[in-house]
């Protein structure tokens, strides 16, 4: 079983796992809705070249204000742990206008 100390840690590093890496980038005055888009962009060695392309401007659709947010979400997280001795990595892109 668990001790209290060993539940403490696991506690604290979920906590570290779920908010970490977000970077926000505000377009024209930002989101004004609630409306989101989602995509995820795939690098290998370790983050160093991108796999596919996120086009943050098609997620838009033509809007002129919104925000861009990319995160290390838990399944990015997981996908590292998984993929990471093969060096895939991944992040999560965010459009909400």
């Not at 209290?4 to 005055?29: D, E, Q, Y």
């Not at 796999?51 to 659709?61: F, L």
Request: glycine share 10%; aromatic share 8%.
């Amino acid at each position: 079983m668990f001790s209290k100390l060993s539940a403490a840690f696991l506690i604290v590093a979920m906590l570290f796992v779920i908010g970490c890496a977000a970077h926000v980038h505000t377009v024209g005055n930002g989101a004004q809705g609630g409306n989101m888009t989602e995509a995820r962009q795939r690098y290998i060695v370790w983050g160093l070249v991108p796999i596919n392309e996120v086009d943050t401007n098609a997620m838009a659709g033509g809007a002129t204000d919104y925000e861009i947010t990319t995160s290390i979400t838990p399944i990015d997280f997981i996908i590292g742990v998984v993929a990471g001795s093969i060096t895939i990595s991944s992040r999560t892109v965010t459009v909400q206008k």
